[in-house]
Protein backbone atom coordinates (compact mmCIF):
# COMPACT_ATOMS: atom_id res chain seq x y z
CA UNK A 1 0.00 0.00 0.00
CA UNK A 2 1.31 3.46 -0.95
CA UNK A 3 1.31 6.22 1.43
CA UNK A 4 0.88 9.77 -0.02
CA UNK A 5 3.48 12.15 1.84
CA UNK A 6 4.35 15.45 2.62
CA UNK A 7 7.78 16.46 2.95
CA UNK A 8 8.92 19.03 5.37
CA UNK A 9 11.89 20.55 6.91
CA UNK A 10 12.84 20.55 10.44
CA UNK A 11 16.46 22.00 12.02
CA UNK A 12 18.13 19.73 14.59
CA UNK A 13 20.99 20.52 16.79
CA UNK A 14 23.61 17.95 15.80
CA UNK A 15 26.38 18.71 18.48
CA UNK A 16 27.65 20.73 20.97
CA UNK A 17 30.37 21.63 23.01
CA UNK A 18 30.96 24.23 25.83
CA UNK A 19 34.87 25.38 27.02
CA UNK A 20 36.17 27.49 29.05
CA UNK A 21 39.34 28.98 28.67
CA UNK A 22 41.69 30.74 31.10
CA UNK A 23 44.47 33.19 30.97
CA UNK A 24 46.80 34.50 33.19
CA UNK A 25 49.59 36.40 31.61
CA UNK A 26 52.32 39.50 31.86
CA UNK A 27 51.76 42.07 29.07
CA UNK A 28 54.73 44.56 28.71
CA UNK A 29 53.84 48.17 28.04
CA UNK A 30 55.34 49.02 25.01
CA UNK A 31 58.34 51.63 24.31
CA UNK A 32 56.30 53.82 22.60
CA UNK A 33 53.89 54.47 25.32
CA UNK A 34 54.64 56.34 28.19
CA UNK A 35 54.76 54.75 31.94
CA UNK A 36 51.61 53.23 33.80
CA UNK A 37 50.44 56.01 36.95
CA UNK A 38 47.05 55.30 37.18
CA UNK A 39 44.71 52.67 34.98
CA UNK A 40 40.95 54.06 34.36
CA UNK A 41 39.05 51.53 32.24
CA UNK A 42 39.76 48.28 30.38
CA UNK A 43 37.90 46.19 27.81
CA UNK A 44 38.08 42.53 26.16
CA UNK A 45 37.27 41.62 22.95
CA UNK A 46 37.51 38.24 20.92
CA UNK A 47 38.65 38.14 17.72
CA UNK A 48 38.00 34.86 15.81
CA UNK A 49 40.68 34.21 13.09
CA UNK A 50 39.82 30.50 12.02
CA UNK A 51 38.19 27.57 12.36
CA UNK A 52 39.64 24.39 11.40
CA UNK A 53 37.54 21.44 11.08
CA UNK A 54 38.27 17.84 11.46
CA UNK A 55 36.19 14.70 12.69
CA UNK A 56 34.57 15.59 15.89
CA UNK A 57 36.77 18.35 16.56
CA UNK A 58 36.96 21.72 16.21
CA UNK A 59 40.24 24.13 16.52
CA UNK A 60 39.70 27.74 17.52
CA UNK A 61 42.83 30.29 16.68
CA UNK A 62 42.62 34.04 17.73
CA UNK A 63 42.92 36.27 20.35
CA UNK A 64 41.86 38.33 22.85
CA UNK A 65 42.37 42.27 22.61
CA UNK A 66 42.62 43.93 25.96
CA UNK A 67 42.63 47.49 25.87
CA UNK A 68 43.74 49.82 28.74
CA UNK A 69 42.89 53.42 29.01
CA UNK A 70 45.57 54.73 31.85
CA UNK A 71 47.20 58.00 33.36
CA UNK A 72 50.81 58.31 32.68
CA UNK A 73 53.48 58.79 35.35
CA UNK A 74 54.91 61.82 33.84
CA UNK A 75 54.36 65.18 35.09
CA UNK A 76 52.29 65.92 32.59
CA UNK A 77 49.58 63.46 33.70
CA UNK A 78 48.32 62.47 30.32
CA UNK A 79 45.89 59.68 29.41
CA UNK A 80 47.10 57.45 27.11
CA UNK A 81 45.63 53.95 25.42
CA UNK A 82 46.95 50.88 24.72
CA UNK A 83 46.03 47.56 23.61
CA UNK A 84 47.63 44.20 23.92
CA UNK A 85 46.68 40.29 22.67
CA UNK A 86 46.39 36.91 24.31
CA UNK A 87 46.47 33.81 22.05
CA UNK A 88 43.35 31.46 21.62
CA UNK A 89 44.55 28.44 20.60
CA UNK A 90 41.92 25.77 21.16
CA UNK A 91 40.34 22.33 20.53
CA UNK A 92 36.39 21.40 21.20
CA UNK A 93 35.27 18.08 20.88
CA UNK A 94 32.16 17.98 19.31
CA UNK A 95 31.15 14.48 18.32
CA UNK A 96 29.45 13.77 15.05
CA UNK A 97 31.30 16.81 13.71
CA UNK A 98 32.28 15.83 9.97
CA UNK A 99 34.30 18.15 7.00
CA UNK A 100 31.85 20.01 5.80
CA UNK A 101 29.68 21.25 8.91
CA UNK A 102 29.45 24.40 9.68
CA UNK A 103 30.54 25.61 12.94
CA UNK A 104 28.38 28.22 15.22
CA UNK A 105 30.69 29.88 17.89
CA UNK A 106 29.48 32.12 20.62
CA UNK A 107 31.59 33.70 23.43
CA UNK A 108 30.98 35.28 26.57
CA UNK A 109 33.94 36.98 28.80
CA UNK A 110 32.74 36.30 31.91
CA UNK A 111 35.77 37.38 33.87
CA UNK A 112 38.48 40.09 33.36
CA UNK A 113 41.24 41.86 35.56
CA UNK A 114 44.38 43.55 35.01
CA UNK A 115 46.45 44.26 37.63
CA UNK A 116 49.81 46.40 37.64
CA UNK A 117 52.37 44.89 38.62
CA UNK A 118 55.30 48.36 37.61
CA UNK A 119 54.68 51.24 35.42
CA UNK A 120 55.89 48.72 32.66
CA UNK A 121 54.18 45.40 33.14
CA UNK A 122 51.00 44.36 33.52
CA UNK A 123 49.21 41.38 34.76
CA UNK A 124 45.76 39.78 32.84
CA UNK A 125 43.85 37.21 33.84
CA UNK A 126 40.44 36.22 32.14
CA UNK A 127 37.92 33.39 31.74
CA UNK A 128 36.20 33.11 28.47
CA UNK A 129 33.60 30.31 27.75
CA UNK A 130 33.34 29.76 24.06
CA UNK A 131 30.05 27.56 23.10
CA UNK A 132 30.26 25.93 19.90
CA UNK A 133 27.51 23.96 18.04
CA UNK A 134 26.07 23.14 14.41
CA UNK A 135 23.08 23.38 13.46
CA UNK A 136 21.44 21.10 9.84
CA UNK A 137 18.38 20.97 8.01
CA UNK A 138 16.75 17.27 7.84
CA UNK A 139 14.47 16.70 5.26
CA UNK A 140 11.22 14.49 7.06
CA UNK A 141 8.25 12.55 4.82
CA UNK A 142 5.07 13.05 6.99
CA UNK A 143 2.32 10.66 5.73
CA UNK A 144 -0.99 12.37 4.56
CA UNK A 145 -2.85 9.86 2.11
CA UNK A 146 -2.60 6.49 1.05
CA UNK A 147 -3.66 5.54 -3.11
CA UNK A 148 -5.91 3.02 -2.26
CA UNK A 149 -9.71 4.33 -2.10
CA UNK A 150 -11.02 1.82 -0.70
CA UNK A 151 -9.14 1.98 2.41
CA UNK A 152 -10.69 3.88 5.79
CA UNK A 153 -8.63 6.34 7.00
CA UNK A 154 -7.73 8.12 10.66
CA UNK A 155 -6.22 11.71 10.15
CA UNK A 156 -6.08 14.69 12.61
CA UNK A 157 -5.25 18.50 12.00
CA UNK A 158 -2.22 19.15 13.24
CA UNK A 159 -0.05 22.43 12.86
CA UNK A 160 3.76 22.27 12.58
CA UNK A 161 6.93 24.81 12.97
CA UNK A 162 9.14 24.07 9.31
CA UNK A 163 12.20 25.39 9.14
CA UNK A 164 12.41 27.26 5.72
CA UNK A 165 15.50 29.17 5.91
CA UNK A 166 18.44 28.29 7.80
CA UNK A 167 21.68 30.66 7.01
CA UNK A 168 24.62 32.84 8.03
CA UNK A 169 24.86 36.65 6.50
CA UNK A 170 26.49 39.74 7.67
CA UNK A 171 25.32 43.73 7.43
CA UNK A 172 27.44 46.75 7.43
CA UNK A 173 26.47 50.04 9.35
CA UNK A 174 28.95 52.88 8.15
CA UNK A 175 28.02 56.42 9.38
CA UNK A 176 30.43 59.50 9.09
CA UNK A 177 30.28 62.46 12.52
CA UNK A 178 31.42 65.17 12.36
CA UNK A 179 32.30 67.04 15.22
CA UNK A 180 30.35 70.20 16.23
CA UNK A 181 32.34 73.64 15.54
CA UNK A 182 33.48 74.19 19.53
CA UNK A 183 35.35 71.31 19.49
CA UNK A 184 38.81 71.11 18.57
CA UNK A 185 40.61 69.03 15.75
CA UNK A 186 41.03 65.10 16.72
CA UNK A 187 44.66 64.75 17.51
CA UNK A 188 44.69 60.80 18.73
CA UNK A 189 41.70 58.67 19.46
CA UNK A 190 42.69 56.89 22.55
CA UNK A 191 38.93 55.05 23.88
CA UNK A 192 35.78 53.86 22.08
CA UNK A 193 32.41 51.95 22.16
CA UNK A 194 30.00 50.78 19.71
CA UNK A 195 27.07 49.61 21.37
CA UNK A 196 23.94 48.05 19.45
CA UNK A 197 20.41 49.00 21.01
CA UNK A 198 16.81 49.13 20.37
CA UNK A 199 16.36 45.82 18.15
CA UNK A 200 13.57 44.97 15.79
CA UNK A 201 13.62 42.18 13.10
CA UNK A 202 11.17 41.73 10.35
CA UNK A 203 10.62 38.99 8.09
CA UNK A 204 10.19 40.62 4.63
CA UNK A 205 9.48 38.96 1.31
CA UNK A 206 12.82 37.64 0.04
CA UNK A 207 15.10 39.64 2.94
CA UNK A 208 15.32 40.26 6.92
CA UNK A 209 14.37 43.94 7.79
CA UNK A 210 17.08 44.62 10.96
CA UNK A 211 16.82 47.97 12.63
CA UNK A 212 18.39 49.54 15.57
CA UNK A 213 20.50 52.21 16.89
CA UNK A 214 24.47 51.91 17.06
CA UNK A 215 25.37 54.08 19.85
CA UNK A 216 28.87 55.64 19.27
CA UNK A 217 31.22 57.12 22.68
CA UNK A 218 34.68 58.32 21.34
CA UNK A 219 37.27 59.44 23.66
CA UNK A 220 40.07 61.80 22.28
CA UNK A 221 43.22 64.23 22.58
CA UNK A 222 42.36 67.50 20.69
CA UNK A 223 44.80 68.69 17.91
CA UNK A 224 45.32 72.32 20.32
CA UNK A 225 48.02 73.56 22.78
CA UNK A 226 47.53 71.23 25.75
CA UNK A 227 46.26 68.79 23.59
CA UNK A 228 43.02 68.69 25.82
CA UNK A 229 40.63 65.74 26.15
CA UNK A 230 37.28 65.65 24.37
CA UNK A 231 34.58 63.76 24.09
CA UNK A 232 31.42 62.47 21.48
CA UNK A 233 28.62 60.34 22.37
CA UNK A 234 26.19 59.79 18.94
CA UNK A 235 22.98 57.52 18.22
CA UNK A 236 23.12 55.87 14.32
CA UNK A 237 20.07 54.67 13.61
CA UNK A 238 19.73 52.35 11.18
CA UNK A 239 18.19 49.78 8.80
CA UNK A 240 19.68 47.08 6.59
CA UNK A 241 18.61 44.35 4.87
CA UNK A 242 20.01 40.61 3.96
CA UNK A 243 18.85 38.64 1.07
CA UNK A 244 17.08 35.59 2.43
CA UNK A 245 15.71 34.15 -0.47
CA UNK A 246 12.48 31.75 -0.06
CA UNK A 247 11.44 34.13 2.98
CA UNK A 248 8.15 36.16 3.09
CA UNK A 249 6.58 38.47 5.87
CA UNK A 250 4.16 35.50 7.62
CA UNK A 251 7.15 33.68 8.50
CA UNK A 252 8.24 33.71 11.87
CA UNK A 253 12.19 34.86 12.26
CA UNK A 254 14.38 33.78 15.14
CA UNK A 255 17.66 35.80 14.10
CA UNK A 256 20.49 36.78 16.49
CA UNK A 257 22.50 39.44 15.59
CA UNK A 258 26.61 40.23 17.08
CA UNK A 259 28.72 43.10 16.64
CA UNK A 260 31.96 40.88 15.98
CA UNK A 261 33.95 43.90 14.99
CA UNK A 262 33.54 47.71 14.75
CA UNK A 263 35.88 50.13 13.69
CA UNK A 264 36.80 54.11 14.36
CA UNK A 265 38.80 55.53 12.38
CA UNK A 266 39.86 59.70 12.44
CA UNK A 267 39.00 61.74 7.98
CA UNK A 268 39.28 64.42 7.43
CA UNK A 269 36.46 66.83 6.36
CA UNK A 270 36.21 68.95 2.99
CA UNK A 271 38.63 71.48 4.49
CA UNK A 272 41.62 68.97 4.89
CA UNK A 273 40.88 69.21 8.78
CA UNK A 274 40.68 65.84 11.11
CA UNK A 275 37.01 66.50 12.38
CA UNK A 276 35.22 63.52 11.33
CA UNK A 277 35.00 60.18 13.18
CA UNK A 278 33.95 57.18 10.45
CA UNK A 279 32.03 54.55 12.22
CA UNK A 280 32.28 51.23 10.52
CA UNK A 281 30.65 47.95 12.46
CA UNK A 282 29.62 44.81 11.02
CA UNK A 283 26.69 42.94 12.40
CA UNK A 284 26.51 39.15 12.08
CA UNK A 285 23.04 37.00 11.76
CA UNK A 286 22.28 34.11 12.79
CA UNK A 287 19.38 33.20 10.63
CA UNK A 288 16.44 30.85 11.39
CA UNK A 289 13.28 31.51 9.63
CA UNK A 290 9.98 29.06 10.39
CA UNK A 291 7.03 28.67 8.64
CA UNK A 292 3.80 27.41 10.15
CA UNK A 293 2.14 24.18 8.07
CA UNK A 294 -1.25 23.41 8.34
CA UNK A 295 -1.26 19.47 7.76
CA UNK A 296 -4.03 17.17 7.85
CA UNK A 297 -2.05 14.30 9.49
CA UNK A 298 -2.86 10.00 8.46
CA UNK A 299 -2.37 8.38 11.88
CA UNK A 300 -3.98 5.08 10.63
CA UNK A 301 -5.24 3.37 8.60
CA UNK A 302 -7.62 -0.04 7.94
CA UNK A 303 -10.02 -2.33 5.72
CA UNK A 304 -12.23 -5.56 6.80
CA UNK A 305 -10.92 -7.50 3.57
CA UNK A 306 -7.30 -7.11 4.84
CA UNK A 307 -4.88 -7.17 7.37
CA UNK A 308 -3.17 -3.51 7.65
CA UNK A 309 -0.33 -2.72 9.85
CA UNK A 310 1.37 0.07 9.92
CA UNK A 311 4.49 0.36 10.69
CA UNK A 312 5.66 3.06 13.07
CA UNK A 313 8.93 5.63 13.80
CA UNK A 314 8.68 7.95 16.62
CA UNK A 315 8.99 11.52 15.91
CA UNK A 316 9.13 15.02 17.70
CA UNK A 317 7.07 17.30 15.75
CA UNK A 318 7.42 20.86 16.95
CA UNK A 319 4.57 23.50 16.85
CA UNK A 320 4.70 27.57 17.60
CA UNK A 321 2.55 27.74 20.61
CA UNK A 322 3.68 31.66 21.21
CA UNK A 323 5.91 34.50 20.14
CA UNK A 324 6.50 36.85 22.63
CA UNK A 325 8.47 40.55 22.96
CA UNK A 326 8.67 41.47 26.17
CA UNK A 327 10.69 44.25 28.28
CA UNK A 328 12.40 44.29 31.24
CA UNK A 329 12.69 48.02 33.70
CA UNK A 330 15.39 47.91 36.04
CA UNK A 331 16.03 51.10 38.27
CA UNK A 332 19.21 51.26 40.72
CA UNK A 333 20.90 53.86 42.60
CA UNK A 334 25.36 53.32 43.07
CA UNK A 335 27.33 54.75 45.72
CA UNK A 336 30.63 55.59 44.28
CA UNK A 337 33.00 55.24 46.56
CA UNK A 338 36.39 57.17 45.65
CA UNK A 339 38.50 59.50 48.10
CA UNK A 340 40.13 61.40 45.46
CA UNK A 341 37.18 63.62 45.54
CA UNK A 342 33.71 64.19 44.54
CA UNK A 343 31.74 63.84 40.57
CA UNK A 344 31.29 66.18 38.50
CA UNK A 345 30.45 64.84 35.86
CA UNK A 346 29.01 61.75 34.18
CA UNK A 347 31.17 61.17 30.66
CA UNK A 348 29.68 58.04 29.22
CA UNK A 349 28.33 54.67 30.25
CA UNK A 350 27.95 51.65 28.58
CA UNK A 351 26.40 47.86 29.11
CA UNK A 352 25.57 44.63 28.14
CA UNK A 353 22.38 41.97 29.17
CA UNK A 354 24.02 38.74 30.71
CA UNK A 355 21.15 35.98 31.39
CA UNK A 356 22.40 33.48 33.97
CA UNK A 357 19.67 31.01 34.25
CA UNK A 358 16.28 30.24 32.85
CA UNK A 359 13.68 28.04 34.54
CA UNK A 360 9.95 27.30 33.26
CA UNK A 361 7.33 28.77 35.35
CA UNK A 362 3.47 28.61 35.26
CA UNK A 363 2.61 30.16 31.89
CA UNK A 364 6.00 31.88 31.54
CA UNK A 365 9.40 32.26 31.81
CA UNK A 366 11.80 33.10 34.50
CA UNK A 367 14.54 34.97 33.71
CA UNK A 368 17.78 35.83 35.88
CA UNK A 369 21.09 38.05 34.97
CA UNK A 370 22.56 41.08 35.64
CA UNK A 371 23.37 44.15 33.90
CA UNK A 372 27.31 44.89 33.10
CA UNK A 373 27.65 48.30 33.50
CA UNK A 374 30.95 50.27 33.01
CA UNK A 375 30.78 54.37 33.76
CA UNK A 376 33.23 57.11 33.10
CA UNK A 377 33.18 60.04 35.18
CA UNK A 378 35.75 62.90 35.99
CA UNK A 379 35.94 64.17 39.47
CA UNK A 380 37.15 66.91 41.22
CA UNK A 381 40.79 66.57 40.90
CA UNK A 382 42.14 68.83 37.69
CA UNK A 383 45.14 66.68 37.75
CA UNK A 384 44.15 63.58 37.19
CA UNK A 385 40.25 64.19 36.67
CA UNK A 386 38.91 60.61 34.76
CA UNK A 387 37.71 57.60 36.84
CA UNK A 388 35.87 54.70 35.51
CA UNK A 389 33.57 51.97 37.90
CA UNK A 390 32.26 48.53 36.59
CA UNK A 391 29.15 47.33 38.01
CA UNK A 392 26.62 44.64 37.99
CA UNK A 393 22.90 44.98 38.71
CA UNK A 394 21.23 42.20 38.75
CA UNK A 395 17.24 41.46 37.50
CA UNK A 396 14.73 38.78 37.47
CA UNK A 397 11.66 39.32 34.96
CA UNK A 398 8.89 36.32 33.78
CA UNK A 399 8.21 36.98 30.72
CA UNK A 400 4.51 35.48 30.00
CA UNK A 401 4.27 32.22 27.87
CA UNK A 402 0.73 30.51 28.58
CA UNK A 403 0.32 27.09 28.38
CA UNK A 404 4.25 26.53 28.45
CA UNK A 405 5.21 23.30 30.33
CA UNK A 406 8.18 20.91 30.04
CA UNK A 407 7.82 19.70 26.86
CA UNK A 408 8.33 22.71 25.31
CA UNK A 409 11.62 24.23 23.78
CA UNK A 410 12.27 27.88 23.69
CA UNK A 411 14.55 30.12 22.02
CA UNK A 412 15.39 33.33 24.21
CA UNK A 413 17.11 36.81 22.77
CA UNK A 414 17.84 39.64 24.95
CA UNK A 415 19.29 42.94 23.77
CA UNK A 416 19.60 46.57 25.54
CA UNK A 417 17.31 49.29 24.46
CA UNK A 418 17.86 51.93 26.68
CA UNK A 419 20.27 52.90 29.37
CA UNK A 420 21.13 56.14 31.46
CA UNK A 421 23.08 57.32 33.91
CA UNK A 422 22.38 60.66 35.99
CA UNK A 423 23.86 62.20 38.80
CA UNK A 424 22.01 62.19 42.31
CA UNK A 425 24.59 64.21 44.64
CA UNK A 426 28.27 64.05 44.56
CA UNK A 427 28.71 60.60 45.30
CA UNK A 428 26.09 58.77 43.91
CA UNK A 429 24.40 58.16 40.69
CA UNK A 430 20.90 56.44 39.61
CA UNK A 431 20.79 54.18 37.21
CA UNK A 432 18.00 53.28 34.47
CA UNK A 433 17.70 50.53 32.07
CA UNK A 434 15.13 49.19 29.37
CA UNK A 435 15.88 45.69 28.01
CA UNK A 436 14.24 43.72 25.40
CA UNK A 437 13.83 39.55 26.53
CA UNK A 438 11.96 38.53 23.51
CA UNK A 439 11.27 34.82 23.52
CA UNK A 440 9.82 31.90 20.65
CA UNK A 441 8.32 28.78 22.46
CA UNK A 442 7.76 25.90 20.34
CA UNK A 443 5.47 22.47 21.97
CA UNK A 444 6.99 19.48 21.19
CA UNK A 445 4.71 16.78 20.73
CA UNK A 446 6.33 13.02 20.19
CA UNK A 447 4.17 10.84 17.60
CA UNK A 448 4.21 7.42 16.32
CA UNK A 449 4.45 8.65 12.35
CA UNK A 450 3.64 6.02 10.17
CA UNK A 451 6.73 4.86 7.53
CA UNK A 452 4.87 1.93 6.01
CA UNK A 453 1.87 -0.09 5.46
CA UNK A 454 2.15 -3.88 5.93
CA UNK A 455 -1.08 -5.61 4.27
CA UNK A 456 -1.47 -9.25 4.88
CA UNK A 457 -4.30 -11.91 4.29
CA UNK A 458 -7.33 -12.12 6.79
CA UNK A 459 -7.25 -15.02 9.44
CA UNK A 460 -9.92 -16.40 7.75
CA UNK A 461 -10.45 -19.31 11.01
CA UNK A 462 -10.33 -15.81 13.10
CA UNK A 463 -13.58 -14.35 10.82
CA UNK A 464 -15.59 -17.62 10.56
CA UNK A 465 -15.60 -17.69 14.48
CA UNK A 466 -17.23 -14.29 15.01
CA UNK A 467 -20.68 -14.19 15.05
CA UNK A 468 -22.04 -11.76 11.80
CA UNK A 469 -24.17 -9.47 14.25
CA UNK A 470 -23.14 -8.26 17.77
CA UNK A 471 -24.65 -5.70 20.37
CA UNK A 472 -21.22 -3.74 21.85
CA UNK A 473 -21.67 -1.44 24.47
CA UNK A 474 -18.90 1.11 24.36
CA UNK A 475 -16.65 1.67 26.90
CA UNK A 476 -14.15 4.66 28.20
CA UNK A 477 -12.51 5.62 25.59
CA UNK A 478 -13.62 3.49 22.74
CA UNK A 479 -14.33 5.78 19.30
CA UNK A 480 -16.10 4.51 16.61
CA UNK A 481 -12.55 3.76 14.51
CA UNK A 482 -11.55 1.87 17.12
CA UNK A 483 -15.03 0.04 17.44
CA UNK A 484 -15.27 -0.24 13.54
CA UNK A 485 -11.40 -1.82 13.05
CA UNK A 486 -12.23 -4.11 15.88
CA UNK A 487 -15.12 -5.70 14.86
CA UNK A 488 -13.97 -5.85 11.01
CA UNK A 489 -16.69 -3.06 9.85
CA UNK A 490 -16.98 0.17 8.87
CA UNK A 491 -17.92 3.60 10.71
CA UNK A 492 -20.42 4.67 8.18
CA UNK A 493 -22.28 1.37 8.44
CA UNK A 494 -22.28 1.46 12.16
CA UNK A 495 -23.44 4.83 11.88
CA UNK A 496 -26.16 3.75 9.11
CA UNK A 497 -27.35 0.36 11.23
CA UNK A 498 -27.84 2.34 14.85
CA UNK A 499 -29.28 5.73 13.26
CA UNK A 500 -26.19 7.80 14.53
CA UNK A 501 -25.89 11.51 12.93
CA UNK A 502 -22.41 11.92 13.98
CA UNK A 503 -19.56 9.97 15.31
CA UNK A 504 -19.23 10.77 18.85
CA UNK A 505 -20.07 8.64 20.93
CA UNK A 506 -20.34 8.11 25.10
CA UNK A 507 -19.54 5.24 27.72
CA UNK A 508 -22.28 3.06 28.03
CA UNK A 509 -24.27 3.78 24.15
CA UNK A 510 -25.47 0.29 22.55
CA UNK A 511 -24.38 -0.29 19.37
CA UNK A 512 -25.46 -2.96 17.02
CA UNK A 513 -22.44 -4.36 14.88
CA UNK A 514 -22.69 -5.77 11.93
CA UNK A 515 -19.50 -7.63 10.04
CA UNK A 516 -18.82 -6.59 7.07
CA UNK A 517 -16.73 -9.11 5.31
CA UNK A 518 -17.80 -12.59 4.46
CA UNK A 519 -17.26 -15.80 6.11
Known amino acids: MELITKKVSMLKRKCEAVNQITFDEDLNVPDVKPDIGRMIQKKGEIQIEDIQISEGKAHITGVLAV ?29 GLENGDKVQLKWDIEDLSVQLINSRKLNIKALVTFTAYVEEMLE ?15 KQDISIMEAAVHKRDTMRVKEDIALSSNKPDIYELLWNTVEIRGLDIRAENDKIGVKGELFVFALYSGNDDNNSLQWLEHSVPFY ?13 PNVEVTVPQSDL ?27 EEELSLLMDVYTPVKDC ?36 QICHSDGNVKVDSTRIVENGIEAEG ?5 ILYIISDDEMPFYAMETMIPFTHVIEAKGIDEQCIYHLRTDLEQLSTT ?8 VKIVMNLNVLVMKQTEMGIIQEIEEQELDREKLRSMPGIVGYQVQQGDTLWDIAKKFYTTIENIMELNGLESEE ?14 R
Do not use: W
Open 67 to 95: CLLYVSDSQERKIQSLMGTLHIGETLNLE
Open 140 to 154: TSLPVNVEDDEISRK
Open 240 to 252: EEAECPGCSSDMI
Open 265 to 291: KVKQDEDGEERIISVDAVLELEMKIYE
Open 309 to 344: HAIREKQKLESLLVKNFSKCKVNDRIKVENSQGKIL
Open 370 to 374: VVRIR
Open 423 to 430: MIDSDEIE
Open 505 to 518: VKPLDSLILMKKVE
